[in-house]
């Protein structure tokens, strides 16, 4: 006979961990206890040496499907004798010197609880909170740790004495399900009018009456609200749009089930993977050419040949989508720009504007989250956006952190990230700072992961730029409370991110494209090539520079672009004219010649932009990215022929990469009436081929034979693919992202990467 305590470090709380434990010794005849603790779960074992060995290998080898097993410490202990196993009363940390629980994130309806949800003789047949150990919320309904039911917003539903056995049971799915609830206990949906006043009436069946009737609702779900509406009524998709003040940005859509969207979508093994992950993420499909005829409205995601698809996350959405019968806009309950809405009143004050109807619910959200964004590439998934269902689980750090550190982000697609040890914990989307709401949403999660993580950083990291919003607020706290802070520059930490994601410590080539970041150099960056690790880089390659005509007005005008990159080259902007007016040409070639208001960029997006303009696809844009967008959707229409070509000058050790051949040869296509298609195509093969010169010249220079591909323009699947084909040709290995985006969501991983290895710049 012998005793152990081990000690499991990890996701392993909120997963149904301590109740597979209960089973485990249970099946293996041991007796002893389980807890929650605030490192994470404490077993103390004790049988014959053979059984604790098993016990031991399957507890590692086979935990639950939705758990982390970070590692593990065993110790020998005396005997006792216990008379059975148990199941102890969480420690809640009191007087412990350190907490470090990895909270898990939330976990979509399982099947077992999907076939109670419809099956009339379970006592909670259409319960729109029926959940278990395998599903349900956890990060949104976390209040404070060890995750136990009174720390939780559960805490103001007491059990019923049903709920109270199940949770009791050994036996049962629902043996310690923190979130355990039915009709006669739990949570309780309501839906309201406008004003806020209940509605008679069954709530899905008085709701699914309003949608088909060409109604708006916003529908509460677990990280917040949702705006919904009929995907396939073409009007109330126009006044949704009227109505948010989203002009053309594509909507996301919810169907039923995967054969539902793929009678509207092309679906592909690893994207089908993708819909169904316990995550729920939108999932970034192709549009079939002939749809079914519940396929979405034109005006779901218009000119795009991609559909952003999601399935039900929770029962009530399942309940939702099973009496609607067809697919459902599901798109963020804000307004353009603000965060997503997640408290009731505000909701009903913010969202009364836009929607008819709402269905809630007595369950409090404790943390706003909103959907993920993903899509895959050649069978592997690529990120656009990491939110609900995969925040906040680590990313192991290359480095670990001499000191709790607090990573804030850049100004756009804003995550923060916090450091412990080896653990890089990145928030949910908060989204664009730009806006007030946003920022205070901002600090306010900032607060709650410190608490719920129970880290407090002692170092800031910010991005280089001054005006950033997450920049004052990483050198005003740090003022304010006496704490370090560390500048990081854009592309070092999209580099960084990347490399965090695969563990490298070795020196890499880091290209790293993108609209704009802060230069050290004073200039706007964006089309960088960056040698060296997490500790240190140079800049060994870029694009050359052009004007930025107006800042910011440039992105959203990419007639601007195109002209500062035409007069660059010496050609006429006659074409450009014709379309936006010579008065405005004329305007901001005078602001370009003086230099007001025109800062320099090697913007990889904003030579995008100008290559849009050329090709006459958009002089204007509603939202950032979209003409990149459009050009790698145009690109995909026609096969690759040739590339326009490029120049590589060298200027001490630095490369500049001459874009002026490929804006010259662009103007030409244009000029002989080339499709778009083809010059887009063109385009993305000339970007190629100058990341495969680029880099087999740095690799003569340097000897390093690993890169890393980072920054949002790397969220183009055409451009992307071929890199990384042209680059492992060239015996290059290759890395890309697979867990953050490579976008400005990615940055603060980056940053406490950058942080955890020690910054110096070169």
Known sequence: MQRRSIAVRGIVQGVGFRPFVYGLASRFSLTGFVRNDPLGVLIEVEGQVAELERFEAELVGSPPSHSTIDGYVTAALPVRGDAGFRIEVSDSGAGHARVDVRVSPDLATCDACLAELFDPSNRRFQYPFITCTACGPRLTIVTGVPYDRQRTTMAVFPMCEACQREYDNPG???????????AACGPRVRLLDRDGAPMPGEPFARLTAALRGGGIAAVKGLGGYHLACDATNETVVSELRRRKHRDEKPFAVMFESTEAAAAACRIDTAERELLAASSRPIVLLPRRASPGPLAPAEGVAPGCPNLGVMLPSTPLHHLLMREMGRPLVMTSGNRSHEPIAYQDADALTRLAPIADVFLTHDREIRVRCDDGVTRAARGRELPVRRSRGQAPRPVRLPFPCAEPVLAVGGQLKNTFALGRGRDGFVSHHIGDLDELSAYRAFCRDIDLYERLLAIEPRVIVHDLHPGYGSTRYAVERAAAAGLTTMAVQHHHAHVASCMAEHGLSEPVIGVAFDGTGYGEDGTVWGGEFLVGDARSVHRAAHLRPVALPGGDQAVREPWRM?????????????????????????????MIERGVNTPRTSSAGRLFDAIA??????????????????????????????????????????????????????????????????????????????????????????????????????????????CEARLSRAGFRVFGHRMVPPGDGGVSLGQLAVAAGGITRS
């Not at 049962?172 to 039915?182: G, N, Q, V």
């Not at 195109?562 to 005078?590: F, N, W, Y």
């Not at 195509?681 to 591909?709: N, Q």
């Open 172 to 182: 049962d799915r629902r043996f310690h399900a923190e979130p355990i609830a039915c």
């Open 613 to 722: 303009a050329i090709a006459g696809v958009r002089d204007h844009v509603s939202f950032e990215g979209q003409a990149a967008m459009q050009l790698e959707w145009l690109a995909g229409e026609v096969d690759a022929d040739r590339g326009y070509p490029h120049h590589l000058e060298p200027e001490g050790d630095r490369l500049t990469i001459d874009t002026r051949p490929i804006i010259t040869e662009a103007c030409r296509d244009a000029g002989l009436g080339r499709s778009p298609a083809t010059i887009a195509r063109r385009f993305h093969v000339a970007l190629a081929d100058v990341v495969e010169s680029v880099c087999v010249r740095l690799r003569e220079r340097t000897g390093i034979g690993a890169v890393v591909l980072s920054g949002g323009v790397f969220l183009n699947v055409i451009l992307t693919l071929d």
């Open 562 to 590: 195109a002209l500062a990159h035409l007069l660059d080259a010496g050609l006429s902007p006659a074409a450009i004219e014709q379309r936006v007016g010579k008065d405005c040409v004329r305007t901001v070639m005078r």
